[in-house]
């Protein structure tokens, strides 16, 4: 996969490698949405369930040529069927929408990947309604309805042993701030903490029905969300100092997880937090003893 910034060179540490193991197309016949997949790690994770051999929704927001040069990117990893389709996914009508357009399509969903995401930024004690209510609509309420309908459409189905063991995979993208207090950031880290307990509770009331929910929660990722942290090798060098791997992640580590998360080799894995983030949630100022 391509990666969608040249990695930044530090002398002092050992080069950067990334893996190079090939994907293979273990999602074959799967149909997956990805929300906010037109920049960033949505991007990395529509290309890569491509690559794995998934059929991909493109969801998008904004960005309808970015979104379409995504479509083709994962229509070239195969026989691949993909489309873009334009939703908020904080609003109920336009979630709606985009799975009956689905279900009219592909005839059926496999995989979600709850993606899409915002900061507004601000000291708490002049942090509008507006950007507590938009944080929270996107990252947490936009999880929710898009959980509820394709969780709707898993149990009408039902598990299908020749596509998978599960009737349906649920990936929430969340954060190291589901664990971890962001001053400064309160309505995003508090949309992460709920994301969790969200997923987890979806995931006990589901599994029985043989649907499997889990949250991939990143570290530092090189995306357009956090620019000012690692475009100026001053700011590389502050936030390096908050992971003990020494590199900042690229949405190819993102990817390969959730490739792994929505194939039958984590069947029976669900109600996890998996924590992608090169150490960044082991206490990285304890490294040198305390
Ligand atoms: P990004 O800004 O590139 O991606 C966010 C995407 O969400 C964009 O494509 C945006 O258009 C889309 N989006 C925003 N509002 C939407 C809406 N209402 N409906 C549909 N799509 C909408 O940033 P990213 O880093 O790729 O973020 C992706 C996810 O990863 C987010 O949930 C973010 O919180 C999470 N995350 C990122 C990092 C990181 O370091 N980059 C770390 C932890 C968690």
Not at 277 to 282: E, I, S, V
Request: glycine content about 10%; some cysteine; charged content about 20%.
């Amino acid at each position: 996969m391509d990666l969608p910034f040249p990695p930044i060179a530090d002398e002092t540490l050992p080069a950067v490698v990334m893996p190079s193991c090939p994907i293979d197309r273990k999602l074959k016949g799967q149909k997956a949405l990805v929300t906010g997949a037109s920049s960033g790690i949505g991007r990395g994770i529509a290309i890569g369930l491509g690559h794995a051999g998934a059929d991909v929704v493109v969801n998008y927001v904004k960005d309808a040529g970015e979104a379409e040069a995504i479509v083709e990117a994962v229509k070239s990893c195969g026989d691949n069927q993909a489309y873009a389709h334009r939703a908020d996914v904080s609003n109920e009508d336009d979630v709606r929408a985009m799975f009956e357009k689905m279900i009219a399509e592909f005839g059926t969903i496999d995989i979600l990947v709850n993606n899409a995401g915002v900061q507004k930024d601000a000291p708490f004690e002049q942090m509008t309604l507006e950007q507590w209510n938009t944080v929270i609509g996107i990252n947490l309420t936009g999880q929710f309805l898009c959980s509820r309908e394709a969780v709707r459409e898993f149990k009408r189905r039902g598990v299908r042993p020749e596509i998978s063991c599960a009737a349906g995979k649920i990936i929430c993208i969340s954060s190291v701030h589901d664990i971890i207090p962001w001053a400064g950031h309160v309505n995003y880290a508090a949309s992460k903490g709920g994301v969790s307990l969200m997923m987890k509770s979806i995931a006990q009331e589901v599994a029985p029905y043989r649907i499997r929910v889990n949250s991939i929660c990143p570290g530092a990722i090189r995306t357009p969300i956090n620019v000012s942290a690692w475009s100026t090798p001053e700011a590389y060098t502050e936030l390096m100092k908050l992971v003990p791997y020494k590199r900042i992640g690229e949405v190819e580590d993102i990817a390969r997880a959730a490739i792994w998360l929505a194939s039958d080799d984590s069947d029976y894995v669900t109600g996890h937090n998996l924590y992608i983030d090169g150490g960044m949630t082991l206490y990285p100022g304890f490294e040198t003893g305390g």
